[in-house]
């Protein structure tokens, strides 16, 4: 069975840090162009990141890129989101998926991991 199952979520203060991690069943995450999405309550699901396949650039949206850092690692067919200095408005739930852009005709999802900043 493909998948992809997200971790890592949690509680934490603002300010502070996670580490997400995507990883791969079923299949070798680096034939695959990775991408983090999010979707907080009562908003639509948003893309923050993405990691090429093949030459391992890597994309953020504009008020992720001082913050977050994606990466993979193909030995653990994972690939991984440091989120650093978190606000409260990155509250949400992450999803990772094995596109960059949403296709047009719409997409699966997993369950996410649940990351809530709050003092």
């Known amino acids: 069975q493909v998948q992809l199952v997200e971790s890592g979520g949690g509680l934490v203060q603002p300010g502070g840090s996670l580490r997400l991690s995507c990883a791969a069943s079923?299949?070798?995450?680096?034939?695959?162009?990775i991408g983090w999405f999010r979707q907080a309550p009562g908003k639509e699901r948003e893309g923050i990141s993405c990691?090429?396949?093949?030459?391992?650039?890597?994309y953020y949206a504009d008020s992720m890129t001082d913050r977050f850092t994606i990466s993979r690692d193909n030995a653990k067919n994972t690939v991984y989101l440091q989120m650093n200095s978190l606000k409260p408005e990155d509250t949400a739930v992450y999803y990772c998926?094995?596109?960059?852009?949403?296709?047009?005709?719409?997409?699966?999802w997993g369950q996410g991991t649940q990351v809530t900043v709050s003092s």
């Open positions: 998926a094995p596109f960059c852009v949403v296709p047009s005709e719409g997409a699966s």
């Open positions: 079923g299949f070798t995450l680096d034939y695959y162009d």
């Open positions: 990691i090429g396949r093949s030459d391992g650039i890597t």
